[in-house]
């Protein structure tokens, strides 16, 4: 039998017999994993055993299989086994699954595929795990049969239900249900034919339904002045198909990225080498990207340095600002709620990713415990980063340049109308940037005549009778640090005046400044916001080891200042669910398992602290243990508050935003002075000294106009 491909889009799926077929071949790895690829994947081989030990502990109850995802070793594990001092830890899958066709009971398994058995079974309570796509897809299919749909619909004159398309979204708060439902809200929408942008004929009602028992519990009329609102029906495209001759001009020539000597990275299993940083790359269901083990090699101390001991987005959340029904319900946690890995795409060659690609798979679960490739999910490339520095000695005009390059892991999700792109950057000088890039489509909504986008300050009319909202997008990047060791400690830095009054003799004329630097001491600490005033940064230091050259401890700084307040009032229901998008920064000690700031469960969570299966950020921090010169990791909110422009519809350019982490007094000197310049060049006097060599690219003068 041939491997599916049809049942989830972008998915290849393996069903029982596909395993000797050729095609399956090409993602069994040809090796055991490299010893240090920790963290890396499940491969098809494992997760379809995992599932196979799930069910027949379970038997004879019937599970869904929410996730199937490798469960790593602990810390201490790892880095005895790396160290040397224990054998290899055993490989263990870690599930979620959910019990079909009775109480929906929802359970946590940890298999050891190693010695194939169930080690673990913990039933959890008032939670609700991620929706897959499959989940997602139950959504449009109930409510195109649904009577109520069918009759909201008739009410805006559609008949033809085969038009209607519904994005299942989680539920942000609807009082109406508990956990005793599987909820989504459905956000209707028109699509004339199959090429047109739906998103450009919102409908008036949202369907709430439990996509478990595949019931739709609500469809949800907006009723103005007693009236429906007619659907926006204009079109407006993006396809190529539509925009015709209007915009079409000839003046881009092709720009082609060539590497004739191929790429300077290498690919050994999961390990990545590249310009003297090594690292390794895995990806989840939840987090998609992984970065472990991230060292770079010191050429001054000759050694590799250890820098990041795990690298991902943890979570992300997108709170709207218009507080009128339904859009109240409106806070997607992207990431949480849906699946980083789950929603990601499978990336082409030419259109998301150009050059000399190096592509690796993810490997996912369906819900019957079925292995799922997304083929090319992780693109890994270099690009030329501009200048790395430069320098012309204006005597004699002797110039010296070198240019950067960067490396980039990156992935592309769909999160049903946005797209997300994350690109995981390192360059040549000791720097990691997150770089994401949101594109794709606004959600939106239809007015109603009587409404007035311009009078209403929560959201932009976009195209007549559109109106797309002001929202928020707050993303969670969790470092876990290892600054040249295991023991770091954050210290807050802020540009300060001097605090020695103008006229004395400690700053007699009055323009000291300096750093002021404060230790993190306790978690609460820890959690720490951005001041704009102050330029604030934080360094993460190994307080254990000093620069020999300016005496100040290692470190790397952390630089985020695209990271908005979160806008919700203190006490809503955004505010207690998102506690982690209140602070730009926080500083938690190591736990083993401790991921995900909005908890494990971020669908219909409440925030609630103490939750005894979902403990969130807030409750890490209450612990308030020590991060002084501890195992720490940090997590990082960055974003934007988006404010709709005309210019985003009907389809986003894309909108950057990053955050940065840099060697700090980390190296001795320019860790990139090892780079050959590409371009010594001497204009008159040494002219003998330095070959002028000036190479890779070709000076043109322009054609007179
Ligand atoms: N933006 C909300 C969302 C994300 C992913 C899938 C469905 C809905
Ligand atoms: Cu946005």
Request: glycine share 6%.
């Amino acid at each position: 039998m041939a491997p599916d491909t049809n049942t989830i889009p972008g998915y290849t799926i393996f069903r029982e017999g596909d395993y000797d077929s050729a095609s399956a071949a090409a993602f069994i790895p040809d090796r055991v994993p490299h010893p240090l690829d920790i963290p890396d994947q499940l491969s098809i081989i494992e997760i379809p055993a995992a599932a196979q030990l799930i069910r027949e502990w379970a038997s004879p109850k019937l599970l869904k299989f929410n996730c199937i995802t490798l469960r790593e070793p602990t810390k201490s594990e790892y880095v005895a086994y790396k160290e040397g001092h224990a054998s290899r830890p055993d490989r263990r899958a870690f599930a979620i699954v959910i019990e079909q066709q009775g109480s929906g009971q929802i359970s946590e398994v940890v298999v050891n595929l190693t010695k194939s058995k169930v080690e673990r079974w913990k039933e959890v309570k008032d939670v609700m795990p991620t929706l897959t796509l499959e989940d997602l897809d139950i959504m449009e299919r109930i409510s195109r049969k649904d009577s109520r749909v069918i009759e909201a619909c008739r009410g805006l004159g559609i008949t033809d239900m085969s038009k209607v398309f519904v994005d299942g979204w989680a539920i942000g708060v609807d009082e109406r249900w508990g956990f005793e439902r599987r909820l989504q809200q459905g956000l209707a929408y028109y699509r004339n034919h199959e090429l047109d942008n739906q998103y450009a004929h919102p409908l008036d009602f949202t369907v709430i339904a439990d996509t478990e028992r595949e019931e739709v519990l609500s469809v949800d009329i907006r009723y103005v002045n007693g009236e429906r609102t007619a659907i926006p029906l204009t079109e407006h495209h993006y396809l190529p198909n539509f925009i015709g001759d209007k915009y079409k001009h000839d003046t881009l020539k092709p720009i082609d990225i060539t590497q004739p000597q191929g790429v300077s990275f290498q690919v050994r299993g999961n390990e990545l080498t590249w310009a003297g940083y090594k690292m390794h790359i895995g990806f989840n269901y939840r987090e998609g990207i992984v970065i472990s083990d991230v060292r770079m090699h010191d050429p001054y101390e000759d050694r590799d340095r250890a820098l990041f001991n795990r690298i991902s987005v943890v979570e992300m959340v997108v709170p709207y600002g218009c507080p009128e029904t339904p859009h109240h319900k409106k806070h997607a946690f992207d990431l949480g709620e849906y699946g980083s890995g789950y929603m990601t795409n499978s990336l082409k060659l030419g259109c998301d990713c150009k050059g000399a690609i190096h592509y690796m798979d993810g490997v996912l679960c369906t819900g019957k415990g079925e292995a799922a490739v997304i083929k090319n999910a992780i693109c890994i490339h270099e690009e030329d980063n501009g200048l790395l520095y430069k320098h012309t000695d204006y005597r004699d005009g002797t110039v010296v340049s070198a240019r950067d390059r960067k490396l980039i892991i990156s992935q592309i999700i769909t999160a049903a109308n946005y797209e997300y792109g994350f690109y995981h950057t390192f360059t040549l000088d000791g720097t990691y940037k997150l770089e994401v890039k949101l594109t794709g489509m606004l959600n939106t909504y239809c007015m109603h005549p009587s409404e007035q986008a311009a009078s209403s300050p929560y959201g932009t009319e976009v195209a007549p009778a559109i109106i797309a909202q002001n929202h928020q997008h707050i993303f969670s990047l969790r470092v876990d640090p290892e600054i040249d060791g295991h023991n770091n400690t954050v210290l807050q830095s802020d540009a300060v005046v001097s605090k020695d009054p103008l006229g004395s003799s400690e700053n007699y004329y009055g323009n000291g400044f300096y750093c002021e630097k404060t230790p993190l001491r306790t978690a609460l600490e820890g959690a720490t916001n951005y001041n704009h005033e102050t330029s604030r940064s934080w360094d993460i230091i190994n307080p254990n080891r000093l620069n020999k050259v300016s005496k100040k401890p290692v470190a790397f700084k952390i630089v985020n200042n695209a990271c908005p307040a979160l806008l919700a009032k203190p006490g809503s229901v955004v505010w207690k669910r998102a506690a982690f998008a209140r602070k730009s920064l926080w500083v938690l000690p190591y736990k083993d398992y401790e991921l995900y700031p909005a908890g494990d469960y971020v669908c219909q969570s409440t925030g609630d602290e103490n939750h005894p299966d979902n403990l969130t950020i807030q409750d890490w921090a209450n612990r308030n243990e020590s991060i002084e010169n501890a195992d720490i990791v940090c997590y990082i909110q960055f974003g934007l508050t988006h404010f709709p422009r005309t210019e985003d519809f009907p389809i986003m350019p894309v909108e950057p935003v990053s955050v940065m982490l840099r060697a700090s007094n980390f190296f001795q000197r320019n860790p990139a002075l090892w780079v050959p310049p590409s371009a010594l060049c001497v204009d008159s006097i040494s002219r003998n000294a330095f070959p002028a060599c000036c190479s890779g690219g070709e000076s043109k003068n322009l054609p007179k106009l």
